[in-house]
């Protein structure tokens, strides 16, 4: 809507400046600085508005990579837990299959 009133305002006082030979009034000349400084304002709150959602964006990011490292490293723990795991239950098998052979030479195989 405002880009509308701003066109409409520019071409009347392009209208205007043609139909007269006079030079633009005190008027019109604070009604353009008006203009301009309404149009680099806003083109400095949308660079505002932008800087803050980037700032908002890298401080969310820098969160979720913290996080993020923090699940890697709880992932890396648990292969290795998990490993233990695996070769304390192997040894232990082993062990009991040692163990029952010896007791009961004549019992099944387990493979």
């Known amino acids: 809507m405002r880009k509308i009133i701003v066109a409409?305002?520019?071409?009347?006082m392009g209208l205007a400046g043609c139909t007269s030979s006079q030079a633009p009034t005190f008027g019109n000349s604070i009604l353009g600085q008006s203009?301009?400084?309404?149009?680099?304002?806003?083109?400095?709150?949308k660079g505002n508005s932008s800087m803050i959602r980037g700032e908002k964006l890298q401080f969310n990011g820098q969160k979720k990579v913290e996080q993020g490292r923090s699940m890697v490293k709880d992932g890396q723990?648990?292969?290795?837990?998990?490993?233990?795991l695996v070769?304390?239950?192997?040894?232990?098998?082993q062990e009991s299959?040692?163990?029952?052979r010896i007791k009961f030479p004549e019992g099944k195989s387990f493979q």
């Open 87 to 93: 070769l304390q239950g192997e040894q232990l098998k």
């Open 97 to 100: 299959e040692t163990e029952y």
């Open 8 to 12: 409409m305002m520019a071409v009347m």
């Open 35 to 45: 203009q301009d400084s309404r149009m680099i304002g806003e083109k400095w709150n």
């Open 77 to 84: 723990d648990n292969i290795s837990k998990g490993k233990e």
